[in-house]
């Protein structure tokens, strides 16, 4: 079975880009959580998505991210404008419906590099 | 304030031995505990939940505890092989149940050396 995909899977580009990375969760999955992972700061959690609503987005980092997500097998996060400091690697996760404490499911990353 | 703390410094471990990670917390009341391994360039993998009245859960050479009176759980790997070298997460229901997030610490590094 497919796992999470993301892409693209390394993004190098300069400030004041726009940056949109992309996910396609695991099909019959209804959460969907977006990560950044630094060695500074570890995994914290971005936003996360329930039945394509946005539910808990108090760690978007500020108003230049935004997350979508149209339809229950699409879901980007956009960085506009991109600083230095977005540099990090991004995964997107998804996880069942049930128990509120089922497992996340993470795809790969997106290595974001901004110059 | 509320803190999730995990051994920053790595664990070397000869083959063949128990490895022990901990996971200790501050201000928080979780209703679960889950744990994931994470390879170089990967993201992190799945491997255990165990919830707040379970004092101990296992599978295969893997066994987790989780003490809520210590705030504390323990990872062990026993019979340690060279695979398992990777950073071990442990993450934490930060909401006391009923709400699907969970707040990750920042890992273990596990080495076995053969």
């Known amino acids: 079975d497919a796992g999470v995909i993301q892409s693209p899977r390394h993004e190098v580009t300069e400030m004041g880009q726009e940056v949109t990375l992309r996910c396609k969760p695991i099909?019959?999955?209804?959460?969907l959580f977006w990560y950044r992972q630094t060695m500074m700061r570890g995994l914290e959690l971005l936003i996360y998505f329930n039945n394509n609503v946005p539910i808990d987005d108090s760690g978007m980092p500020e108003d230049r991210f935004s997350a979508k997500m149209p339809n229950a097998s699409f879901s980007t996060l956009k960085i506009q404008p991109s600083e230095p400091r977005d540099s990090a690697v991004y995964f997107c996760?998804?996880?069942?419906?049930?128990?509120?404490?089922?497992?996340?499911?993470f795809g790969d990353g997106t290595r974001l590099s901004i110059l | 304030s509320q803190k999730i703390e995990q051994n920053s410094e790595a664990l070397n471990i000869q083959e063949g031995k128990t490895a022990t990670l901990t996971c200790n917390y501050t201000?928080?009341?979780?209703?679960?505990l889950q744990w994931y391994r994470q390879d170089p360039g990967r993201g992190p993998v799945f491997l255990l939940l165990?919830?707040?009245?379970?004092k101990e859960k296992r599978k295969e050479r893997l066994k987790v505890t989780f003490d809520t009176t210590l705030k504390q759980s323990l990872f062990h790997i026993t019979a340690s092989q060279p695979a398992d070298s990777a950073t071990y997460l442990c993450?934490?229901?930060?909401?006391?149940?009923?709400?699907?997030?969970?707040?990750f610490g920042t890992g273990t590094k596990l080495q076995v050396i053969p």
């Open positions: 201000n928080y009341s979780p209703a679960y």
């Open positions: 165990i919830r707040e009245n379970e």
């Open positions: 993450a934490l229901d930060p909401n006391s149940g009923g709400y699907q997030k969970v707040t």
């Open positions: 099909s019959g999955h209804n959460s």
């Open positions: 996760a998804s996880s069942p419906p049930g128990a509120w404490d089922q497992p996340q499911h």
